[in-house]
């Protein structure tokens, strides 16, 4: 299911959090009541690790991770690459990388068999991003944008893109991830500081709509059969309101 959480007084929660299938990221700092709801949803599954990089808060947007590994910017301290060594899950690899694009999380988004990238990332970076989350990688725009990791967010069950995304690049993106794409999230376009999702939770902000966590829910199957319909409906309408 999806579950609205606000970190002090940002619902930019994907800015301060990272989600994978095998552990979850939170920034250190913030209130209880943003990690009670994080540990509420995940720490009988998985791992939530309190953590900063570089001495910031805004984990989610530094960082790139899938269940086979997770990547951090070179600015990330020694004692902070220690911590999340320790505290990830063994079959974890940690690999701190070299890129003058530092801000990972906008310029990467990933599941576990494919990674969209940035069109200016360095030709090494594609290549460790490869090997250490065993993913094939692809340059790409989303609407036009660079910034992949912003304007969308899959996992391995569906994916959102952002409002403006064309036909053509909605099939595009279809295609090479093998899972179907929408387009949502009428009140903001940054798709990926606004929400965290895995295959089977998602944490959106505070302000977001009845409607659209219906349709985070059904995008990313995160419901049970009985309220597909009506999310599918639902999903049409908003989405034809956007066309």
Not at 30 to 53: K, M, Q, R, W
Not at 158 to 170: A, F, I, K, N, Y
Not at 183 to 189: A, E, F, H
Not at 197 to 212: I, K
């Amino acid at each position: 299911m999806a579950v609205r959480a606000q970190f002090e007084n940002s619902n930019e929660i994907g800015v301060f959090s990272n989600l994978t299938n095998a552990y979850a990221l939170c920034a250190i700092g913030g209130s209880e009541n943003f990690y009670s709801v994080f540990e509420h949803e995940l720490a009988d599954h998985i791992p939530v690790i309190h953590t900063s990089i570089a001495g910031c808060r805004f984990v989610g947007r530094v960082t790139v991770g899938n269940r086979k590994g997770l990547l951090v910017p070179n600015t990330c301290t020694d004692g902070e690459l220690m911590h999340l060594r320790n505290s990830l899950p063994d079959g974890v690899v940690l690999q701190r990388i070299e890129e003058r694009l530092s801000a990972l999380g906008n310029c990467i988004v990933c599941n576990d068999h494919v990674a969209l990238v940035h069109t200016d990332i360095d030709r090494e970076t594609e290549d460790i991003i490869a090997d250490v989350l065993g993913v094939e990688v692809f340059k790409q725009t989303v609407a036009g944008n660079a910034l992949v990791g912003s304007y969308c967010k899959f996992t391995n069950q569906g994916g959102m893109v952002h409002p403006r995304t064309s036909v053509e690049d909605l099939e595009e993106l279809s295609s090479l991830l093998q899972v179907p794409a929408g387009t949502v999230n009428r009140g903001s376009d940054v798709i990926g500081a606004g929400m965290v999702v895995n295959d089977w939770s998602a944490f959106c902000g505070l302000d977001t709509t009845s409607t659209e966590i219906s349709v985070i829910e059904g995008i990313f199957k995160l419901q049970g059969a009985s309220a597909s319909r009506i999310t599918h409906d639902m999903k049409t309408s908003l989405i034809d309101s956007l066309t």
